[in-house]
C-alpha cells in the first residue's frame, strides 16, 4: 500500500515545476455513459490518483503557486444521504485528509468561485496568477460531458492574460520511475497473476473453450484477493493466437494446438502484464518447440539487454534481428526483412498503475523504469501464435525480471501439465 507521505512527495516534485504565480487544476474524472441511464463502471484517472491517493470520481485538486509559496485544495462531493442510500459512502473531509495528506478540502459546489477567486484576486506586492496548469490528455472527460480541452477554452476565453500550459509531460515523467513502494505493488500484482497462471495450467486440455479458462483466471483472482483484471484477458488457441488482441474467445480448443494467453491481476491499481504460451495436450510438438524456443530465447536476450541508457526501440531492434536470424535458421523466411510478416508489434512498453502506463517512449531508460519485454510470432499458415512477456525493473547496473517466478520454459510447463 503506498503511504500518504509519498503522495505528498509526489506533488512537492511536480510543484517544484510550477512557474511562480500558477494554478493547477487536476480532475479525477467521472463515470461515461454506456446506455441509457447506465454508467461504465468508474474508473479514477490516473494521474489524478498518482497524486493525491483519492479515488472518488468528480473530485478536483486545485494547487496556486504565488510568491513561491504552495496553497492546496482538494474539492470532493458535499454528503448526501440520499444519494450515499442508492451509490454507496461518499468521502467525508477528515477521510480525505488522511488519505491525501491535503488540509484544504473543500465541497464541488465550491469549485468555480474559488477558481474565479484564485485567478483574478490581487493582493499587494504579488503578481496575479499568469498560468494555469491542465492535465490535456485526449479525451480526459471530467463533469457535464466536458474534457479538460473544454476547460481550457472556458479559461482563455474567460482569463485572456492568462496562458493554460499542459502538465501532462511532466505528470508522466514522474510516474515512469517507480518508488520501491511501488515495485512491491507491482511483485504483488505479478504474484496474484501467477496465481491465475497455475489455475489455468490445471484445467486446460483440448475441448475446453476459451471462455472456460479467461473466466477462470477472473474467477481465481477475485477469489483470491477480490482482485480486478488489468485489462480483458486474452485466451487465444491455435490459429486464433495470431491475432494479437485476439477479442472474442468462443472457440473450442483442439488437441494439438497452442493456447496464447495475455492477461494480468491488479494490486492497488498496479497492473501486472503477462504473457504465456501452453499446449492444449501438454506436450509441444517438434515444431511447435523450435518457434517456441526461438521467442524464448529472443525474451531472454532481450532481457539480458536492459539496462540505463538503452531506449525500448534500441531494445526492440536486438529482438527483431534475433528472431529474423532465427526465422532464417527455420527456414520460415527467406531474408532478414520478412521478419515483419510474423513479429508486427514492438517490444514493450512501460507499466505501472496503467497496462500501458503513459511514458515518453524516446527517452533512455533510467533506473526505476519497469517495462515489459514481449517477442512473439505469429504463423497464421502454420496456426501457429506465440508470445512469451515478462515484466522487468531496470536497475542502477541492469535490470531484474519481476515475474521471474512465472514458468516459461518448456520442460517446466510440460512437467507441471503431465503432474495434474
Request: proline fraction near 3%; hydrophobic fraction near 35%; aromatic fraction near 10%.
Amino acid at each position: 500500500m503506498i503511504e500518504v507521505q509519498e503522495f505528498i512527495t509526489r506533488r512537492n516534485k511536480l510543484y517544484d515545476k510550477l512557474k511562480d504565480n500558477s494554478v493547477l487544476i487536476l480532475f479525477a474524472g467521472v463515470s461515461v455513459k454506456r446506455s441509457a441511464d447506465e454508467t461504465y463502471p468508474f474508473t479514477i484517472n490516473k494521474n489524478f490518483y498518482y497524486l493525491t491517493g483519492i479515488e472518488q470520481e468528480g473530485s478536483i485538486l486545485v494547487v496556486s503557486k504565488q510568491d513561491k509559496a504552495i496553497n492546496e485544495s482538494l474539492f470532493i462531493s458535499e454528503y448526501d444521504e440520499v444519494k450515499e442510500k442508492w451509490t454507496g459512502k461518499r468521502l467525508r473531509v477528515d477521510e480525505a485528509k488522511k488519505k491525501s495528506g491535503i488540509n484544504n478540502i473543500f465541497y464541488l459546489n465550491t469549485f468555480q468561485s474559488e477558481i474565479n477567486t484564485i485567478i483574478t484576486r490581487k493582493k499587494i506586492g504579488v503578481e496575479r496568477i499568469s498560468t494555469i496548469y491542465l492535465d490535456l490528455e485526449p479525451q480526459n472527460m471530467l463533469d457535464n460531458f466536458k474534457t479538460t480541452k473544454d476547460y481550457l477554452e472556458i479559461f482563455e476565453l474567460n482569463y485572456p492574460w492568462v496562458t493554460v500550459l499542459n502538465i501532462y509531460n511532466e505528470i508522466i515523467r514522474l510516474r515512469m520511475v517507480k518508488s520501491s513502494a511501488e515495485v512491491e505493488e507491482l511483485k504483488d500484482a505479478i504474484s496474484k497473476t501467477n496465481i491465475g497462471l497455475k489455475q489455468i495450467l490445471k484445467n486446460l486440455k483440448p475441448g475446453k473453450y476459451e471462455y472456460q479458462l479467461s473466466s477462470l483466471f477472473y474467477y481465481t483472482i477475485q477469489d483470491n484477493d477480490h482482485s480486478e483484471l488489468s485489462f480483458p484477458t486474452i485466451c487465444a488457441s491455435g490459429v486464433n493466437a495470431t491475432c494479437l488482441h485476439y477479442p472474442n474467445a468462443s472457440s473450442k480448443i483442439a488437441d494439438g494446438d497452442l493456447v496464447l494467453f495475455d492477461l494480468g491481476s491488479q494490486n492497488n491499481y498496479y497492473c501486472g502484464d503477462i504473457s504465456r504460451t501452453y499446449p492444449a495436450n501438454g506436450k509441444f510438438s517438434q515444431r511447435q518447440k523450435d518457434i517456441y524456443n526461438l521467442v524464448l530465447a529472443t525474451n531472454k536476450l532481450v532481457a539480458e539487454s536492459v539496462r540505463p541508457g538503452v531506449t525500448l526501440k534500441e531494445l526492440n531492434d536486438i529482438a527483431t534481428k534475433n528472431l529474423a536470424e532465427g526465422l532464417l535458421k527455420l527456414g520460415l523466411i527467406e531474408n532478414e526483412s520478412e521478419v515483419r510478416k510474423y513479429y508486427f508489434h514492438s517490444i514493450g512498453h512501460h507499466l505501472g498503475l496503467d497496462t500501458h502506463d503513459p511514458s515518453i517512449r524516446e527517452e533512455p531508460l533510467v533506473s526505476g523504469n519497469v517495462i515489459t519485454d514481449e517477442p512473439g510470432l505469429y504463423i497464421k499458415e502454420l496456426g501457429i501464435g506465440i508470445r512469451i512477456e515478462d515484466d522487468i525493473l531496470v536497475t542502477d547496473d541492469g535490470s531484474y525480471v519481476l515475474s521471474g517466478k512465472i514458468i516459461k520454459e518448456i520442460d517446466d510447463i510440460e512437467k507441471a501439465m503431465e503432474s495434474i
